[in-house]
C-alpha cells in the first residue's frame, strides 16, 4: 500500500502565504513526479503544479510567479509553496503521486486525502 499525508492547509488572509508538504510512504520503488491538484465547491479538479524525478515543474496559469513546487527526493515528499493568496485559490489542496511499486508494477497513480486552504478577503 502506498500512504500520502498532507499537512499545512489552514485559513489565511489574502496576501498571505502557506506551505503544503506531502510525504508519501509504503510500498515504493521509484515516483516519477508528484504534484499537486485542488477541487473548490461546485468546481473540477484541476491541476496546480506537478514536479518530475528530474526536477521539470509545471503549473497552472492561474498560479505562475505565486506558488513554488519543491520536492526532496529521498524523503518522497513534495512541498508547495504558496505566495501572494487569493480567496480564489480557496480549496481542498490534494497531493498526487505517480509511481512504481516494484520494479516489475506498472506505474500507477495514487492521491491523498487532501487538505483544506481557505483565503479570506
Known amino acids: 500500500q502506498v500512504q500520502l499525508v498532507e499537512s499545512g492547509g489552514g485559513l489565511v488572509q489574502s496576501g498571505g502565504s502557506l506551505r503544503l508538504s506531502c510525504a508519501a510512504s509504503?510500498?515504493?520503488?521509484?515516483?516519477?513526479?508528484m504534484g499537486w491538484y485542488r477541487q473548490a465547491p461546485g468546481k473540477q479538479r484541476e491541476l496546480v503544479a506537478r514536479?518530475?524525478?528530474?526536477?521539470?515543474?509545471n503549473y497552472a496559469d492561474s498560479v505562475k510567479g505565486r506558488f513554488i513546487i519543491s520536492r526532496d527526493n529521498p524523503k518522497n515528499t513534495v512541498y508547495l509553496h504558496m505566495n501572494s493568496l487569493k480567496p480564489e485559490d480557496t480549496a481542498v489542496y490534494i497531493c498526487?503521486?505517480?509511481?512504481?511499486?516494484?520494479?516489475?508494477?506498472?506505474?500507477?497513480?495514487?492521491w491523498g486525502q487532501g487538505t483544506q486552504v481557505t483565503v479570506s478577503s
Open positions: 514536479i518530475t524525478s528530474s526536477g521539470s515543474t
Open positions: 498526487n503521486a505517480v509511481l512504481r511499486k516494484t520494479w516489475h508494477d506498472p506505474i500507477t497513480t495514487h
Open positions: 509504503g510500498s515504493i520503488f521509484s515516483i516519477n513526479a
